[in-house]
């Protein structure tokens, strides 16, 4: 009596299923790569391939006259970076970028030291929902709200001016006066909002650094005679470091590359990300627009090689 085709299938398939899991549990390296290989190529060609791609055409040359691109090699782009126009709007928007920085990390710290000491259970949970719920509203909606609040009579110009912290603001974080009669058109309306939208990167980071502080640091700290400034100074600061910098990471490298809130809020003036946006759609010179691309990426990459130093990678 012979069997049908129809009969074995079913029965070797189940047999060839198990061949398949033995030979992946005996070598996990062969799983691992079969798991791996599928995004690490889409990261590799097509993150990876179109940065290339953009950052090759700053090599090309840019015909003012007919207003088109060849593909001559020229080193002319890069070198335009350094002229005082362009290398003013670079200093511009790090200056920016690490202010912002630091003032978040000054704004954070308490709130995160708060919630990671003294809070537990459902507060825990409510200064949780608080910080993040800004995050969950638009990004553009928050930028044109923020508009309205530094406008003539909004609530942001009459509290600073009121209590007159204008400048003290200025002496302090080293940022241009109002220079008009709205905080709306001032560099310093413009930090204000930045801090704003990045704050709750930064708070997050460093209430987890702060989570795994061991309270009996803190009473060996006191029980040695040390005042509570010293503790601070010599116990949980340094162990809140990475914490600090991996949310620095955050409000460093967002305002590095943000275009929306210069363009709406603050003083005529280009950003890195505005003079992208401006070159490649405007003008249309896109190898000047990839030359000003490499800025940030050059930036950033300089940025987490001394923030990785202090251990921000291992507080993310």
Request: aromatic share 12%; net charge positive; glycine share 8%.
């Amino acid at each position: 009596m012979t069997t049908s085709p129809a009969t074995v299938a079913p029965a070797s398939r189940p047999g060839l299923l198990r061949h398949l899991s033995d030979l992946l549990y005996r070598k996990p390296m062969l799983y691992l790569s079969l798991l791996l290989i599928p995004p690490l190529l889409w990261f590799g060609i097509v993150y990876l391939g179109s940065l290339l791609a953009l950052l090759w055409q700053g090599f090309y040359t840019f015909d003012d006259f007919t207003m088109s691109v060849t593909p001559a090699l020229t080193l002319a782009n890069f070198r335009a970076l350094f002229q005082p126009a362009n290398f003013d709007i670079i200093q511009r928007t790090l200056a920016m970028a690490v202010t912002v920085s630091l003032a978040s990390a000054l704004l954070a710290f308490p709130i995160a030291y708060y919630m990671a000491r003294y809070t537990t259970g459902r507060i825990k949970a409510f200064f949780y929902i608080a910080v993040m719920l800004p995050m969950w509203a638009s990004y553009i909606v928050k930028a044109y709200a923020w508009t309205l609040l530094l406008a003539q009579g909004g609530v942001a110009h009459w509290f600073v001016e009121r209590l007159g912290l204008a400048p003290a603001l200025q002496v302090i974080l080293g940022i241009p006066g109002i220079g008009g009669s709205t905080l709306s058109t001032s560099h310093l309306g413009r930090f204000l909002v930045f801090v704003y939208i990045w704050l709750p990167f930064m708070i997050l980071p460093i209430q987890a650094a702060l989570e795994r502080l061991p309270p009996s640091l803190l009473q060996a700290s006191a029980d040695l005679g040390a005042r509570p400034l010293q503790t601070f100074r010599l116990v949980i600061l340094p162990l809140a470091l990475p914490g600090i910098a991996a949310g620095s990471i955050f409000t460093f490298c967002l305002t590095l590359g943000d275009f929306i809130v210069p363009l709406l809020v603050g003083p005529p003036g280009f950003f890195i990300g505005n003079m992208v946006y401006a070159q490649q759609g405007s003008i249309g010179n896109m190898p000047m627009a990839a030359a000003f691309t490499l800025v940030p990426i050059v930036l950033i990459a300089l940025y987490l090689s001394i923030v990785k130093r202090l251990g921000a990678f291992d507080a993310l």
